[in-house]
């Protein structure tokens, strides 16, 4: 099962998001402050992986309206994403890389 979470577009396409993800997850093990910071959140690092942990994927909706979305796939949680590898994300690669959220929260799909 995933968690899926809906942004509006940002500055950066799902293939790019993917390989920020990848870049962050595979530093766990050197980064002791990241893997304390995901543990503190729920999420296991030692199980995360650059494959397994997060996909973000692209949507249109209508002519002009494109949302990113991403799964966040076990051991990710919700609160890891929000309050970890989110904001590192905007700090690293700027506020923008990410729009709103959309639908005011995740959701669970199999």
Do not use: C, N
Not at 39 to 54: C, F, I, K, L, N
Request: charged share 30%.
């Amino acid at each position: 099962m995933a968690i899926q979470i809906r942004y509006e577009q940002g500055a950066k396409t799902a293939s790019e998001i993917q390989a920020m993800v990848g870049e962050l997850v595979a530093a766990i093990d050197q980064d002791a402050d990241l893997a304390r910071e995901l543990r503190e959140h729920g999420a296991d690092p030692g199980q995360m992986t650059s494959d397994t942990t997060v996909k973000a994927r692209e949507e249109a909706e209508g002519f002009d309206f494109v949302q990113l979305i991403i799964d966040l796939l076990i051991p990710m949680t919700y609160d890891a994403w929000k309050y970890v590898i989110l904001p590192r994300l905007r700090k690293r690669h700027g506020a923008d890389v990410l729009g709103e959220e959309i639908d005011g929260g995740p959701t669970s799909r199999r």
